[in-house]
């Protein structure tokens, strides 16, 4: 009788530490697929926290100035101007791993995209997208369970993220700001 009683009580143990791992390993992935604690730098190289932008929506992008899609940034400011009432944000990353597409300074980059394009929406400091200096942030966006898997194959590459943080979608960088696709995404999670 002692025997099987305390057979039971292990086995419910083993249970027990079965559904805690389990539910550890469903939290570690939910975190992958989130960005909330990343921190990067904007372009004044002030830390901001992306948890900060609960509650928004944002598309997350790799920009470059002297790129063939470069012209992306008009549509990229005509959604912006649409969606910001609503809670839309747009953070741009700057990134020169593409042909050396965008060599300047964060001071070149953001009088370019205020001069060419009226941008104002967020830019960020230079970052890496490629290789073993990837940017934490876009070692989570192309690592993780909800998008294609896989490196950022060019500028202008974009990511929806939810009001709490969660990765939803992933556009290849022909796909336009403007496109049906995207604004459909976007109006989507503005509507959660």
Known sequence: MFNKFIFIVLFLTGIQLLAQDN?????????????NGITVLDMNKKEVNLSDYNGKVLLIVNVASECGNTPQYAGLEEIYEKYHPKGFEILAFPCNDFGGQEPGTNEQIKNFCSSKYNVTFKLFDKIKVLGKDKSPLYERLINNSVTEKGDVKWNFEKFLISKDGKIVARFGNKVQPTSDEVISAIEKELKN
Not at 23 to 35: L, P, Q
């Open 23 to 35: 539910s550890n390993n469903n939290k570690e992935n939910n975190s992958m697929d989130n960005i």
